[in-house]
């Protein structure tokens, strides 16, 4: 995706639990649209608000689904299609978060609805990230692997350019700031998953592919995680549910 601006995603998971807090959370937003435009920000509600969330964005919000079903042709009781998420104005879609590969989703899948994704024309975004890490790298081979499985089936190098990537170590999410990864372990690995886009698609493009972090992003790390860490914006959990704490973030990616 060609983008000049940091790239912000809110991932509410499945929060909050009622209309009105999701509606507040929304108006919060629309508060601060002087300083979220200074990013390119997507909010990835549950489906269920996608509504009101489509109702209340404007230039400075896009909305972003949290994952796409894999649906053979016919009708699906209890399934959202592609075309509903499109008519809705979703422009993003987040694939392999670890919380739904926790639940069974196989790099396979993520492959198979990268593919669906851009067929759609939504930005897959693809997460990839280790459950644990070890110091002496080992765990590297492993988000090698995982990084060549979930892209496997981008074939055209010029299809590279439409996704985003998000790296998410499983161990740093839904913890505190103090528990996410240091910066300079961050850019250490930025720099290891260039290498194996570039091992995969060419150097030129592999560069231009946006990289996000997510894992535990809050007011405290966002300005160190993203200053020279080499990484495009954040997708950020619990902290996107605190209009204060997701303010700051937005700042931190906007000095
Ligand atoms: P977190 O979640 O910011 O709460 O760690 C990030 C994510 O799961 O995408």
């Not at 300083?35 to 109702?55: G, I, M, Q, R």
């Not at 499983?170 to 850019?187: C, E, F, T």
């Amino acid at each position: 995706m060609k983008n000049s601006k940091p790239i912000l995603v809110a991932n509410w998971k499945d929060l909050p639990a009622s209309r009105e807090e999701a509606r507040a959370l929304l108006s919060g937003l629309a508060k601060k649209s002087a300083l979220f435009k200074k990013t390119t920000l997507f909010v990835a509600p549950p489906y269920s608000y996608l509504e009101s969330a489509a109702e209340k964005s404007s230039s400075y919000t896009r909305l972003a689904a949290q994952d796409i079903e894999i649906l053979p042709t016919g009708r699906h009781t209890g399934s959202i299609s592609t075309e509903i998420l499109k008519n809705f104005g979703v422009r993003l879609v987040v694939i392999g978060h670890s919380e739904r590969r926790r639940l069974g989703e196989t790099d396979a899948e993520v492959r198979e609805k990268v593919k669906i994704a851009m067929k759609a024309g939504i930005v897959p975004l693809i997460c990839v990230g280790e459950r644990e890490r070890d110091p002496d790298g080992k765990h590297l081979e492993g988000l090698r692997e995982q990084i060549k499985l979930s892209l496997g089936g981008i074939r055209k190098k010029d299809d590279v350019g439409k996704i985003v990537l998000a790296y998410e170590p499983v161990w740093a999410i839904g913890k505190r700031a103090q528990d996410a990864i240091s910066p300079q372990d961050l850019a250490e690995t930025i720099l290891f998953i260039r290498k194996v886009l570039s091992d995969m698609f060419g150097r030129k493009i592999a560069e231009k592919v946006p990289i996000l972090y997510g894992g535990s992003v809050e007011p405290a790390n966002a300005q160190e995680l993203f200053e020279s860490t080499g990484i495009s914006g954040f997708l950020v959990g619990h902290a996107s549910l605190d209009i204060n704490k997701f303010s700051k973030i937005a700042e931190a990616l906007t000095l």
